[in-house]
């Protein structure tokens, strides 16, 4: 292994400012996991999202909120109070030569403290401010307050996650979990950042951003929005599937053991893939009428799609266990694999060593690239106690 220094990030000698809550941090870990120094203000006491678990240890403590570690890689961080005149006057001098500010206030907030963008591009014409709110700066839902769950729905990712009408009659939509509404949010303003930068390579120009979250998740939908504006169709949900105007092919099989197989045949159904699913099918002896010359003709498989999957396919996962299935097919290219509702990523390699000391390093054995930094810590602020408090 080489011993020579990563190259800087592409954003490498950017000074950011992150006054974030949950629903914009992952956006500051993207600049700085990207070279840029994001310096994370926290109020007095530390953000509120120190407290989300799961913590190192599982014991709660700010200093040890492993979804805070996550999300703040790369950064470094200081403490602000601005409720004060002076903690106010600092920001201003922060802002003078930073580049970017990253700010998830209620609309109007920081306007309210003489802090808003007009008067800080003053002191900074190259000065970009992002404003990552749940539904923006303007319009009757601004004041609104939300969640994640919210977002996913009012946004239209319910409305195509969850079981269709044939495995599940009236069932209810189902919310993908892990703050999915945040990431959309944040990836949104992460590219309305970048296209901001490259504007000021050419203008030499800052300008404002406001982002909106809701409409972040509304355009995260797929041909959903689309279909619906151009088409004028409603695209339903499909149980393991994306969603379709209409009913499309099953994916997810039950086999013998009760396990379910996800075997992705719809699509793929041609003379040739035919002949290797006979070949398959074949090893339990129920090739069925695969080997009929017939289906040498693509109408006629066309035509007969319901029958080899719904049928055939289906009568042949049912018949084994599922990871007999599974590997049979995989060993002969078929794109098939068992359904695992859980798993502990434990099981497959070393996740996170925990490396004793007051510090509490992580690293990870599966990271792609280096990470700049670790996270920034509350408590190693001046005046400050291990516990938090002043």
């Given amino acids: 292994m080489s011993d020579a220094r990563p190259l800087p990030g592409p954003l490498a000698g950017l000074r950011i400012l992150e ?4 629903t914009g941090q992952f956006c500051g870990k993207l600049l700085g996991d990207l070279g840029a120094d994001v310096v994370k203000i ?27 570690w996550y999300y703040n890689t790369s950064k470094r961080g200081i403490t602000l109070n601005l409720d004060a005149a002076d903690g106010r006057q600092l920001l201003r001098r922060l802002a003078a030569p930073a580049d970017i500010i990253l700010e998830t206030f209620p609309p109007g907030f920081l306007v309210s403290l003489g802090l808003g963008y007009e008067p800080l591009c003053k002191q900074n014409p190259r000065l970009i401010m992002c404003a990552l709110t749940p539904f923006g700066q303007t319009g009757p839902w601004r004041d609104y307050l939300s969640s994640d769950l919210l977002h996913m729905a009012a946004g239209g990712e319910m409305a195509s996650s969850g ?14 979990g892990g703050g999915n509404a945040w990431h959309m949010g944040c990836h949104f303003a992460y590219m309305a950042i970048m296209a901001a930068l490259v504007y000021r390579t050419v203008s030499d120009q800052g300008q404002y951003i406001d982002a909106s979250i809701h409409e972040a998740c509304a355009l995260t939908t797929e041909a959903a929005i689309a279909n619906y504006l151009y088409r004028g169709e409603v695209l339903r949900r499909q149980t393991g599937r994306h969603h379709a105007a209409g009913p499309t092919p099953r994916t997810q099989f039950r086999a013998k053991d009760g396990k379910y197989v996800c075997a992705l045949v719809a699509g793929r159904l041609n003379p040739r893939y035919i002949g290797e699913l006979a070949d398959l099918l074949d090893t339990n002896g129920m090739a069925g009428d695969l080997r009929d010359p017939k289906y040498q003709d693509p109408a006629v498989i066309a035509a007969n799609t319901s ?18 299935v599974y590997h049979a097919a995989q060993e002969r290219g078929f794109t098939w694999g068992r359904c695992v509702l859980q798993r502990s990523c434990s099981t497959t390699r070393t996740c996170m060593t925990a ?17 700049p930094a670790r996270r920034p810590f509350i408590t190693a602020l001046p005046g400050r106690s291990p516990d938090g408090r002043r």
């Fill in 19 to 22: 006054l974030a809550n949950e």
């Fill in 355 to 371: 490396a004793s000391g007051k510090r509490w390093s992580t690293r990870s054995s599966a990271a792609p690239s280096p990470i």
């Fill in 163 to 176: 079981y269709d009408e044939t495995d599940v009659p009236n069932a209810p939509p189902i919310a993908p």
């Fill in 42 to 68: 926290e109020p007095p006491g530390g953000e509120l999202c120190r407290h989300v678990g799961p913590f190192l240890d599982d014991i709660p403590h700010p200093e040890r909120s492993l979804s805070f």
């Fill in 307 to 324: 029958h080899i999957i719904d049928d055939l396919v289906a009568n042949f996962i049912a018949s084994l266990p599922a990871e007999e």
